[in-house]
C-alpha cells in the first residue's frame, strides 16, 4: 500500500472494520457498517485571501516638478 493511502479515514475505516470482524453479533453491527463506508476526513474548505486596500499615493512623497528641477 502507498504512504500517501494511509491516512486519518483509512485508519478509522479499518478500526470499524476490525470491530465488525469481531463482533459480528452486537447489535450495533448495521450502524458501524454504515459507518465503514462512510468517508471521515473532509477536505478543509479553501479560505480567501483578505483583499488589500489599494495604496493611494501620499502628498508629502517627491514628486518630480513639470520643468524637470529638484
Do not use: Q
Request: glycine share 2%; proline share 10%.
Amino acid at each position: 500500500m502507498n504512504a500517501k493511502s494511509l491516512d486519518d479515514d483509512f485508519f478509522i475505516k479499518n478500526a470499524i472494520a476490525c470491530w465488525l470482524y469481531h463482533f459480528p453479533e452486537h447489535k450495533w453491527v448495521p450502524i458501524y457498517a454504515d459507518l465503514v463506508k462512510r468517508d471521515f476526513i473532509a477536505a478543509p474548505e479553501p479560505t480567501p485571501r483578505p483583499a488589500k486596500k489599494a495604496r493611494s499615493p501620499s502628498k508629502t512623497t517627491n514628486k518630480k516638478t513639470i520643468d524637470g528641477a529638484k
